[in-house]
Structures are given as C-alpha cells and as structure tokens.
Nanobody, 119 residues
Framework: QVQLLESGGGLVQAGGSLRLSCAAS????????MGWFRQAPGKEREFVAT????????AYADSVKGRFTISRDNARNTVHLQMNSLKPEDTAVYYC????????????WGQGTQVTVSS
C-alpha cells in the first residue's frame, strides 16, 4: 500500500503562484509513475501532469503547459507541482496519484487539496 498526502493548496489571485507537494509513504519502491489530477465543481476529474518516478520524464495537459512544472524529490519520496501564472479556471481540488506500471490505472490517491484562484 502507498499513502499519499497533498499539501500547499490555498487562495491566490490570478497571475500568482502556488506550489503543491505530495508526500508518498508506505511501499513506495514499486512506484512507476505519479501524477496530478484536478476536479472543478460540476466537472469531471482531469489529468494535469505526470512524472515517471525513476527517470523523471514528464507530461502535461495542454491547458497547463508552460505554466505548471512537475518534479520529484526521490530522497523524500515527494512530488511537487509548481503552478505559475494561475488563472481562475485553474480553481479545483488537486489530487496526487500513483501507479505501479505504465499500463495500470492509478491505484493510489491522496485526499486532495483545494486551489482557488480569484480574478
């Protein structure tokens, strides 16, 4: 089992920045990929960014490319999401997730952290 704990959400004005963190604990040695997802009120959960744990390769949703950066700290089993130039449409609950292989679904999820961007 892997436990994920997000932190760093909050309220920020449009154009501002926030940094989210996700600390992984438990049986993390089998983690292949970690990702960030978000869900706005009344909308489906959507992919934001992902990182392959061992090699650091990243991928982003088109809506956040150039503004968000995902990174990992292997020593601390932590993944970060640096969010710059935030827009009101970025307002959502942000979730951290992990999976053990490329072709598996994300099996482990955090409880989520609220990000609110005011205009």
């Amino acid at each position: 089992q892997v436990q994920l704990l997000e932190s760093g959400g909050g309220l920020v004005q449009a154009g501002g920045s926030l940094r989210l963190s996700c600390a992984a604990s438990g049986r993390t040695d089998g983690t292949y990929m970690m990702g960030w997802f978000r869900q706005a009120p009344g909308k489906e959960r959507e992919f934001v960014a992902t990182i392959i744990w061992k090699i650091g390769s990243t991928a982003y949703a088109d809506s956040v490319k150039g503004r968000f950066t995902i990174s990992r700290d292997n020593a601390r089993n932590t993944v970060h999401l640096q969010m710059n130039s935030l827009k009101p449409e970025d307002t959502a609950v942000y979730y951290c997730a992990a999976k053990v292989s490329l072709f598996d679904d994300y099996s482990y999820w955090g409880q989520g952290t609220q990000v609110t961007v005011s205009s």
